[in-house]
């Protein structure tokens, strides 16, 4: 039984324990909140050494970790060293969006290393492996498709993006409209593909029903992608994008409807200004099902630095009701992230859920801040080390700047607190 078809029935599960426990809330109305859709907790019946988490109205903003091979880099002991980061700082749930390699072996390593929700996406391992045989995606049928998604659920993927909501008729529309980035989801350009080629509906639209029975049976959570997300600031909020949305909206009750818990995906690159009407119109549309957003990222001129760029939308994105984030890293538009861009994603994605959480009033985040101000007023460097989202460069830094005054290096017997210490 899944965890929505648990809650619809009353019934409290392991996982709805452990996560209340964390949120600090209390589980009956964890329970009711998984029932309306509002939290899912992405815990497929097979990933064994999970420790479950919600993703949700009410409960801390999330973040997600990107990893995964390409065609030019497909150790999968790169990978394997990733995950141990991902764990190490922090982030909440993990996503292989591995495209180069022996995608099955690299995915069934991770998931039994991975002690944190895992997803994936189930179209990147299909258009690789039809490659490989000689053939192209557009001739992939609809049954070796669910082939894949099937196996995939089966090895303990917790949550998949699918593309169900990219109609003929959205795509229609973002032509009329003439993109500067145009189709920058790869999961969503893969299926305009073969739309085009069968001159046919997205399979993945039209084979929604099966795909559901198939997520619960393994409790899959469905994670709704955008793939009309905009790529470029000026695209943002245009009518193709507004129409998936449409569409998603209608999915998400489906999903529900068939027992399965469901999130939906979210822009993409916006201005400043955009991000609270996106995260409305989201949660409006689509009965605030928990919203999974990439960045957003607020401008488009900073290669090297779009975890910050992401940052920046992601707390506006937090604080507006977004429920999830997915980081970005330095390398994002350059190349394939390494284990220390990876690092630097998380921490960004971290301090920008964070700042969201402050705003929205989530339990506990405001005191974790009031505790760090304290011990920053009585320059008690353990327990600020403690506290502060990262300990590592916490320490680093101290070392390498130290003070013979027992304030920092930047103040030293000026330091404000040491001035009025006796005030």
Known sequence: MTQIESAKKGLITEEMKIVAKDESMDVNEL???????????????????????GIGKGLRTKVNANI??????????????KIDSVIEYKADTVMDLSIGGDIDKIRKALIEKSTIAFGNVPVYQMVVDILNRGKTFVEMTKDEMLEYIEQQAKDG???MTIHAGLTQRAVAKVKKQKRIAGIVSRGGSLTIGWMKHNKKENPFYENYDEILKIAKKYDVTMSLGDGLRPGAISDGTDWGQIEELLTLGELVQRTRDAG?????????HLRLTEIETNIKLQKSICDEAPFYVLGPLVTDIAPGYDHITSAI???IASSAGADFLCYVTPAEHIGLPDDDDVKEGIIAARIAAHAGDISKGVKGAIEMDNKMAEARKNLEWEKQEQLCIDPVKFKKKRKERS????ACSMCGELCVYKVLEDQ
């Not at 329970?31 to 988490?53: D, S, W």
């Not at 995964?68 to 060293?81: Q, R």
Request: hydrophobic share 30%; aromatic share 4%; net charge neutral.
């Open 403 to 406: 003070s013979s005054s027992s």
């Open 157 to 159: 993927v917790d949550y």
């Open 260 to 268: 399965v818990q469901v999130m939906v995906e979210g822009p993409g």
């Open 313 to 315: 939308g992601g707390a």
């Open 31 to 53: 329970m009711e909140l998984i029932k309306t859709g509002r939290v899912v907790i992405p815990a497929n019946i097979n990933h064994k050494n999970l420790k479950p988490i």
């Open 68 to 81: 995964g091979t390409s065609g030019d880099y497909k150790k999968i002991d790169d990978e394997l060293k």
